[in-house]
């Protein structure tokens, strides 16, 4: 079962890595003194009807194509960063959206361009890292 949940995770996430857990099918983020604070990531679970996150955590929502399923202070976050993404951004010279100097694209996922500060860019890129070994 859990290598199934691998594999259906992988087609998600669209990620060639494979699903690193703590035992539970859930991910958490590396020790709080490496991060400014630590945030549970896990994988969905099929259930009849669709997917679904485990008991205790809410969808991240961070663009179309993020499945992953966080802790709800951190879906609130997320959903606060996306409120102010517009403000957030600069129009360039070509007409695309870029971040002002000082902030970084948080890239939650590979459609997700919210600007944030690089300390919460580095704290989402940890996220994703401790579900999904790329090497």
């Not at 259906?8 to 991060?35: D, E, Q, W």
């Not at 400014?36 to 997917?51: D, I, K, L, M, Q």
């Not at 008991?55 to 991240?60: C, I, L, S, V, Y």
Request: hydrophobic share 45%; aromatic share 6%.
């Amino acid at each position: 079962m859990a290598r199934s949940m691998a594999a259906i995770a992988l087609l998600l996430f669209a990620s060639a890595g494979v699903a690193a857990t703590n035992g539970n099918g859930n991910a958490s983020l590396p020790a709080a003194g490496r991060l400014a604070a630590t945030v549970r990531a896990g994988h969905p679970n099929y259930v009849s009807g669709g997917w679904v996150c485990p008991p205790g955590f809410a969808w991240r929502n961070a663009g179309r194509q993020d499945w992953l399923c966080v802790d709800p202070a951190e879906a609130r976050r997320i959903a606060r960063e996306n409120q102010d993404a517009a403000a957030r951004a600069v129009r360039g010279p070509d007409g695309t959206y870029t971040c002002p100097s000082g902030l970084v694209r948080r890239a939650a996922s590979s459609d997700d361009d919210v600007c944030v500060d690089p300390a919460r860019g580095a704290m989402v890129r940890e996220m994703n890292l401790a579900l999904f070994d790329v090497h």
